[in-house]
């Protein structure tokens, strides 16, 4: 009955790498909750700075921190096993030069609403929002 309350408590020095005990009203019991896991649900948001070259999309906002004006560049999608539906991935440009393409990748047999392959974004300041809906679909809000 007093496995959270019976404990001292730490007052100051918290770290990422801490826990914590919760209830877990769902199953009925105690469970170990990350500080780093805890955080991100008080912040809402990862926010992934992403430069002038081919890279991983994460849940949360990701943007380009560059001028993309050499070539066509990637931004892949998080892998299927990684995510939970209602998970969002935020893509936001800066500046794209004239003929360039910066383009929006499917992860694995993933779809993009019901369609295989990817997006692109044309212009400077585009941005999309995907939702993860569960079984390798993404939707575009």
């Known amino acids: 009955d007093n496995v959270i309350s019976g404990q001292g408590e730490l007052a100051s020095g ?8 919760i209830h877990d ?3 009925s019991v105690v469970k170990r909750v990350g500080l780093d896991t805890l955080a991100k649900f008080f912040r ?14 994460v849940e949360g906002l990701n943007f380009s921190t560059a001028s993309i ?6 931004y892949t999608l998080p ?3 990684d995510l939970s539906a209602g998970d969002q991935v935020l893509v936001k440009v800066g ?5 360039i393409r ?15 392959g990817s997006i692109d974004l044309l212009d400077d300041g585009a941005a999309v929002t ?3 809906a569960g079984s390798d679909k993404w939707f575009i809000v």
């Open 14 to 21: 918290l770290d990422d790498a801490d826990d914590m005990l």
């Open 25 to 27: 009203a769902t199953d």
């Open 44 to 57: 809402g948001m990862t926010v992934n700075p992403l430069g002038n070259a081919n890279g991983s999309l």
């Open 69 to 74: 004006a050499s070539s066509n560049k990637t």
């Open 79 to 81: 892998a299927s096993a």
């Open 95 to 99: 500046e794209i030069a004239s003929g």
């Open 102 to 116: 910066l383009v929006i990748s499917a992860s694995g047999d993933q779809t993009i609403d019901q369609q295989t």
């Open 130 to 132: 995907l939702v993860y």
